[in-house]
């Protein structure tokens, strides 16, 4: 069974870079089929899809983050990540890794709060 585990800084200043690593264990992020997204909640608010790298190294991303976002993937190291650049407060949340594949099931990581203040 997959497992996944958030890691990054909780508190980021505003304007500058949000930068999170998700490592993956019990399965390959390079598993066909496989697909590994970033999603958030924000306080009072519903999940966030923000944006995905699959397996072939193909990558999404939600049309109102574009402009902001990176996922990339470290194989060697079985993570992948998230950069989220000029952070506003608007981008406080609790940030999730998800994914998985057919192989390996699915799973979310349990989440790391960043807070973005000066």
């Known amino acids: 069974q997959v497992r996944l585990q958030e890691s990054g800084p909780g508190l980021v200043k505003p304007s500058q870079m949000l930068s999170l690593t998700c490592t993956v264990s019990?399965?390959?992020?390079?598993?066909?089929?496989?697909?590994w997204n970033w999603v958030r909640q924000a306080p009072g608010k519903g999940l966030e899809w923000m944006g995905a790298?699959?397996?072939?190294?193909?990558?999404y991303y939600s049309p109102p983050l574009e402009r902001r976002i990176s996922v990339s993937r470290e194989m060697s190291k079985g993570q992948f990540s998230l950069r989220l650049t000029s952070v506003t407060p608007e981008d406080t949340a609790v940030y999730y890794c998800?994914?998985?594949?057919?192989?390996?099931?699915?799973?979310w990581g349990q989440g790391t709060q960043v807070t973005v203040s000066s």
């Open positions: 998800v994914g998985g594949s057919p192989e390996w099931g699915y799973d």
């Open positions: 019990g399965g390959s992020i390079t598993s066909t089929y496989s697909f």
């Open positions: 790298i699959y397996f072939n190294g193909s990558t």
